[in-house]
């Protein structure tokens, strides 16, 4: 497998092709140890990514930094129910969230490791009677809290409190090179870009369409690894090139 190491970054700027198809929050910590959110959305589907501790509910409310001003929820608790809705005009919001009758959240995966639960759920980014999630980079407002047990009811001590996420382009949609694959993504030291069809060069970007690395790819080999610790924490995009063919992928470099 080939080697490259990438050197101090160049600020060339150039144009690239506007094909963003996925959006993501990234990971985001939540103020409680162990405990973080992660907001992807695709065109037709939002995921949610949920940490905290095992003993605890855990509770997100979307579009609002209150109570009263959030109508829709996601709230992990000992009942089946994940989709709840609060009462943002009576009691301003202060009332005890009810399960809708409509439960639109899919749980994907609820798993307990070493006492930190980490839940996967999805829904449509349109869901009637629920908050409509964007497939765009706009900022998404929430508000998180967690319970002293499992069994939701008001929080007490463990105040809710607003969260503010910026998101950015996960993904490109893909072109002409056959399955491209750049594996771990995201990255914090070495990734591997690997192609059907081999490779001629591999051009690096930074969201604003500067250059950060070009470099020719001497090797035919399937897997090419580039190290990336040497790049700023953040998101880049990759051009991979093959003759005149070209793809595009994003990584997040942690």
Do not use: C
């Given at each position: 497998?080939k080697?490259y190491?990438?050197?101090?970054?160049?600020l060339?700027?150039?144009?690239?092709?506007?094909?963003?198809?996925?959006?993501?929050?990234?990971?985001?910590?939540?103020?409680?140890?162990?405990?973080?959110?992660?907001?992807?959305?695709?065109?037709?589907?939002?995921?949610?990514?949920?940490?905290?501790?095992?003993?605890r509910?855990?509770?997100?409310?979307?579009?609002g930094?209150?109570?009263?001003?959030?109508?829709?929820?996601?709230?992990?608790?000992?009942t089946?129910?994940r989709?709840?809705?609060?009462?943002a005009?009576g009691n301003?919001?202060?009332?005890?969230?009810?399960?809708?009758?409509?439960?639109?959240?899919?749980?994907?995966s609820?798993?307990?490791?070493?006492?930190?639960?980490?839940?996967?759920?999805?829904?449509a980014?349109?869901?009637?009677g629920?908050?409509?999630?964007?497939?765009?980079?706009s900022?998404?407002?929430?508000?998180?809290?967690?319970?002293?047990?499992?069994?939701l009811?008001?929080?007490?001590?463990?105040?809710?409190?607003?969260?503010?996420?910026?998101?950015?382009?996960?993904?490109?949609?893909?072109?002409?090179?056959?399955?491209?694959?750049?594996?771990?993504?995201?990255?914090?030291?070495?990734?591997?870009?690997?192609?059907?069809?081999?490779?001629?060069?591999?051009v690096?970007?930074?969201?604003?369409?500067?250059?950060?690395?070009?470099?020719?790819?001497?090797?035919?080999k399937?897997?090419?690894?580039?190290?990336?610790?040497?790049?700023?924490t953040?998101?880049?995009?990759?051009?991979?090139?093959?003759?005149?063919?070209?793809?595009?992928?994003?990584?997040?470099?942690?």
């Amino acid at each position: 497998m080939k080697k490259y190491l990438l050197l101090p970054l160049l600020l060339t700027f150039t144009s690239i092709p506007v094909a963003f198809g996925q959006y993501t929050s990234a990971t985001h910590g939540l103020g409680w140890p162990n405990t973080t959110i992660r907001i992807d959305t695709s065109p037709t589907t939002v995921t949610l990514t949920l940490k905290g501790e095992s003993t605890r509910w855990l509770g997100v409310g979307f579009g609002g930094n209150t109570m009263a001003t959030v109508s829709d929820m996601f709230i992990w608790n000992d009942t089946p129910d994940r989709d709840y809705t609060t009462d943002a005009v009576g009691n301003s919001g202060h009332n005890m969230p009810v399960p809708d009758a409509d439960q639109s959240w899919t749980i994907v995966s609820d798993t307990v490791t070493a006492g930190i639960r980490t839940i996967v759920a999805t829904r449509a980014l349109v869901s009637a009677g629920d908050y409509t999630f964007l497939n765009n980079s706009s900022f998404l407002q929430i508000i998180y809290a967690q319970g002293a047990t499992t069994t939701l009811a008001y929080h007490d001590t463990n105040v809710h409190y607003p969260v503010g996420l910026n998101r950015f382009v996960l993904a490109l949609e893909d072109f002409s090179i056959t399955a491209p694959r750049i594996f771990p993504n995201p990255s914090k030291g070495s990734l591997t870009v690997q192609t059907k069809t081999g490779l001629d060069t591999i051009v690096i970007y930074s969201q604003t369409g500067a250059v950060v690395q070009t470099f020719a790819v001497n090797s035919k080999k399937e897997g090419n690894e580039v190290a990336v610790n040497g790049l700023a924490t953040g998101v880049y995009i990759f051009e991979l090139q093959n003759g005149s063919e070209k793809t595009y992928k994003n990584v997040v470099v942690e």
